[in-house]
């Protein structure tokens, strides 16, 4: 009864900035998760399915990854309760996305 689905949203801005987190629960992926990266990008601790968590991040440290939905509750309260690990998933991914993912340095590298 507390989910509220939004559908699709021209600004995430004033969404974002009231959330806990970001989840990715998809049951299948391919390519670029860019779910994933935008809640990086605004700041939020990811949580997100075995499957559409990217392979370039470390799973623990810059995303909460879970198997099934007994896991995902398990991360968001983990979130929820404990702040401390909620702000170093969140620092810890916006440095990933920084530096791994600066376009410059992706640029350079393509051009090279």
Same mark, same amino acid.
């Given at each position: 009864k507390n989910v509220?689905?939004?559908?699709?949203? &021209?600004k995430l801005d004033s969404l974002i900035k009231n959330s806990i987190c970001g989840i990715s629960n998809l049951k299948t992926?391919?390519?670029i998760q860019t779910k994933v990266f935008t809640y990086i990008s605004f700041g939020l601790p990811c949580v997100a399915s075995l499957k559409s968590c990217p392979e370039n991040l470390v799973k623990g440290?810059?995303?909460l990854t879970y198997k099934n939905d007994k896991e995902i509750l398990s991360k968001i309260y983990?979130?929820?309760?404990? &702040?401390k690990v909620s702000n170093t998933i969140s620092n810890n991914g916006f440095k990933v996305l920084k530096n791994r993912f600066n376009f410059n340095k992706v640029y350079g590298n393509y051009l090279k």
């Open positions: 509220r689905v939004h559908g699709p949203v &021209k992926a391919t390519g440290k810059e995303v983990k979130l929820i309760e404990n &702040k």
